[in-house]
């Protein structure tokens, strides 16, 4: 499905990741975590076909990514709408079709306005459609967005923090939404986080990298304090909650005079 051997990604001369080896299995969600600047959103967008300077080899459904970029949605980390352009929720679903046809239309065709809709009331949108993209609160527009990379019918999913500038509660919303989109369309995902714990219900698959791969494999054998220590430092720590894994990263937070 994903086959990534010996990968590096530059820019110019720069080495932005080295050497990344895995695979990634159909119906898969992985996890893409590292610290700011570790890669993360190089190594998605080589994925998604997007940046092109690579040595190595990189087969996305036994294709170089170029080749197979209609099967691939990748919602970047903030979206680039121009928010005083009065579009619906419905529109800038559309648009996602649209694009993916080499489309631009001012009339939308009703069989993308029928599309849109039902990508929105998979998100749980339905009844906002036509309330306007700007005026909607941070978990329905990330909502949104998913609906719109799900419009185009994409095979693998690639979401770029998807969760980062949430609260909570629309966290909670957000992940509700990717465990229905993992469940009921099976589709292949690879999430950046820099945190995963609110995903570890939908994760199969962690890659921790730092330019480099640090470790890649099931959440136990990653999520292990011997291996977040080395990327986050001596206070980050691996728990299991049940059966599943979660991390505390080292996020020091100096106060007064330096005390942690
Ligand atoms: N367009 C670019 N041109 C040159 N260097 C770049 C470019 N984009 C990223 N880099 C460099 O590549 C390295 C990896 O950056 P990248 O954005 O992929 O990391 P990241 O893990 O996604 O970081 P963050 O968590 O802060 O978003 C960094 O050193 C960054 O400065």
Redesign the pocket.
Known sequence: MILAENLTIY?DN?K??EDITFKLDSGETLLLL??????????LRTIAGLHKSYEGKLLVFGKPPVEVKDLISYVP?SHSLNERVPLKAIEVVAMGALYKKGLIHFNIPKSILKEAEEALDFVGLGEIKNKRFAELSGGQKQRVLLARALVSKPQLLLLD?PLSALDPSARVEVVSVLAKIKREMGLTMII?T?DPNPLTEIGDKIMLINKRLIAFGAPEEVLRDEIITKVYGPLSKAVRVGKRMYCFIGDVHLHGRGEV
């Not at 590292?34 to 190594?43: D, M």
């Open positions: 820019y720069y932005a990741v590292g610290p700011n600047g570790a890669g993360k959103t190089s190594l980390q923090e950046t820099h």
